[in-house]
Structures are given as C-alpha cells and as structure tokens.
C-alpha cells in the first residue's frame, strides 16, 4: 500500500464553479477524515467517515460542501458554487479505528490545493 | 476550547539541537501527536507519545510530556537543513474522532 492518495493535487477553478476531490485511504483503514488547511494556520477538522458513515461534520463544512464515502473505500469531497475564500488546500487523513483509542494513527495524503479565481 | 498552541518560529544552525514546544488542553488525551510538513506537501506523522509517558526516544527525536502543565516538545537533536519544515502538535477530542492542530512552528535550519 503506497498510503493516502489523493486527486487531484492542483486545482484552479472559476468562482461559481463546483469542484470534486478525490480520496483513497489505507486499503485496511476505517476511519477517513476531511480537513482543510489554509495559509499560515494548522489543519482544520472538517468531516470524518467510519466506514461508510458520516458521524460528524464541523461547523466549517456549509451547505455547499457535501462529502461521501459509498462503499467504505474511497471518499469525494464536492464543493459546489465555489468562492474564492475556498481557496485552501484540503487534506485527506485514514487511521485504522478512533484516535487515541484503538487507532494511534492518522495518515494524510498529499493534500489537494485548490485556488479560486 | 480546542486551542492547541505552539511558537511560531525557531532558527537554528545545523548541527544544533531544535525545540519545538506546544501547550494542549485536554488533559484526558490519551496520545499526542507530531506532524511535519514540508513546503507544498501533506502531513508527515513524525511520532507521538503516550499519555502515561514522560519522554519518548525515537532516533534523532526526543518528545518530552508534562501532564501537569499540558506541555509538550520535540527536540531534534543535530538537525539538518532537511529538518527545515513546519511542525504542528496536534492531541485527539471529542472521543478520537478527530485530532486538533496548532498553527505550527516554522524551524529554519541554517547552514
């Protein structure tokens, strides 16, 4: 397993626009989170996946985000009418189980950069 | 709150020791976390220590834990002009279903 891939890793969209990223996690892995990161700060917590559940979604995540995970493997991350304050770059992360319990770690992936002009 | 906080920047020369310090908030974490990350790139976990540890060795890393004041570092001992990165702490809430991160420690590394 090569680890956390995610797709793609540049994007430059129009304002308005929707936008879809891709997220394939460690194959054993159950849990999958969403956060985003913009310049200067950490990563923020956006919305996590056990299996193929959404179980929580942060206050940041508006109505115009929505992410899936269908089949317990891989996970889209869709932006619709995009702004330019979208701009940021949103990372991937598997672990095995919950953090700081059963599953110590979480993996991230390459992160998507995604500017809007 | 969630504020986990770290210094924002730290120049060393090579060969030097780095340490990085951050305070958390949640006393009951039971793991604490360190990531890397390099210019354009994802997160690195780097290590993490167990709440029930003082210190953690890990090769070059040393992660020191004080449960009583919610401090954690890293040192990196001889560090390298490829140490240049940002280093984030992160600790686990709400249960593990999610880790909260500083804003992370800029570390330049002088040759």
């Known amino acids: 397993d090569t680890g956390v891939s995610q797709n793609p890793r540049h994007k430059i969209t129009k304002r308005g626009q929707n936008v879809t990223f891709r997220c394939d996690p460690i194959?054993?892995?159950?849990?999958l989170y969403w956060y985003r990161q913009t310049l200067g700060q950490g990563p923020e917590f956006l919305t996590y996946f056990q299996n193929e559940a959404q179980l929580e979604k942060s206050r940041l995540l508006s109505d115009r985000f929505s992410a899936e995970r269908p089949k317990g493997s891989f996970s889209t991350l869709e932006i619709q009418r995009t702004e330019q304050g979208d701009s940021a770059m949103y990372l991937c992360a598997s672990s095995l189980a919950g953090l700081g319990g059963g599953g110590t770690e979480a993996f991230f992936g390459q992160g998507t950069r995604l500017t809007v002009v | 709150g969630e504020d986990v906080e770290q210094s924002l920047f730290l120049s060393v020369r090579e060969g030097d020791s780095s340490v990085i310090n951050c305070t958390y908030t949640?006393?009951?974490?039971?793991?604490l976390y360190w990531y890397k990350q390099e210019p354009g790139a994802g997160l690195q976990l780097l290590t993490y220590?167990?709440?029930?540890?003082d210190m953690k060795q890990d090769q070059r890393l040393t992660v020191l834990l004080n449960k009583k004041d919610k401090h954690l570092s890293l040192r990196i001992a001889d560090t390298q002009t490829g140490d240049s990165a940002i280093y984030f702490c992160?600790?686990?809430?709400?249960?593990?279903?999610?880790?909260?991160f500083g804003a992370g420690t800029i570390l330049r590394v002088k040759s």
């Open positions: 949640d006393s009951s974490s039971t793991y």
């Open positions: 992160a600790e686990p809430m709400e249960y593990g279903n999610k880790l909260v």
């Open positions: 220590i167990f709440s029930n540890m």
């Open positions: 194959s054993e892995h159950n849990r």
